[in-house]
């Protein structure tokens, strides 16, 4: 692998020493090494990718699921009250690191951690206008991607030919022979 300015493909590789709490063939999970609260961890995919968006349906499901799981782990392991999941996507969202990061942060009531966020006043046309540009965009939602697209198979020999007279005949043949 080339070398690269990533810490999380770095982590990936070995070459950054992160906390692994978590770790399978798709993805890991490690102690934040400057945690907004006690047990806040990161979990991210190993395959390199800068935004959730590049992420695959497939896979990206399969990260949610484990996602899930490592929320209750760090619900009951942190002995909270709550877990907020954040992904910061995009150098807009405050992402520093680009390589798509999960953050599940432990929370209790009145720990002081404010992700509160007052609320625009939009006017009734300002809403309009952005609901309906939403709309248009949510059109070709609905045609997930279920799997990973794979090569097809090639075969190393190709088929023998059935030559006419021969005394056994190929099984296949016989059977498509019986059929009304």
Known sequence: MAETTCLFCN??????????????EKMIAVMHP???????ILVFPKKHYQIVEQIPDYEIA???????KLS?????????????IIVQNGVAAAQK????CFHIIPRSENDGL????????LTEEE??????KIKEETGNIGG??????????KLEKSAEKIEEGEEEENYLIKQLRRIP
């Open 97 to 100: 690191i680009p390589h798509v």
């Open 72 to 84: 209750i782990a760090v619900f009951e392991g942190a002995r909270t009250q709550g877990t907020n």
């Open 62 to 68: 399969e990260l949610f699921k484990k996602i899930n």
């Open 144 to 153: 997930f991607e279920t799997e990973e697209k794979k090569e097809p198979v």
């Open 11 to 24: 982590a990936v590789q070995e070459k950054a020493k992160l906390e692994k709490v978590y770790e399978d």
């Open 127 to 132: 809403m309009s206008t952005v609901e309906l």
């Open 34 to 40: 400057k945690p907004a609260a006690v047990g806040h």
């Open 114 to 121: 404010n992700l509160q966020w007052p609320p625009k006043q």
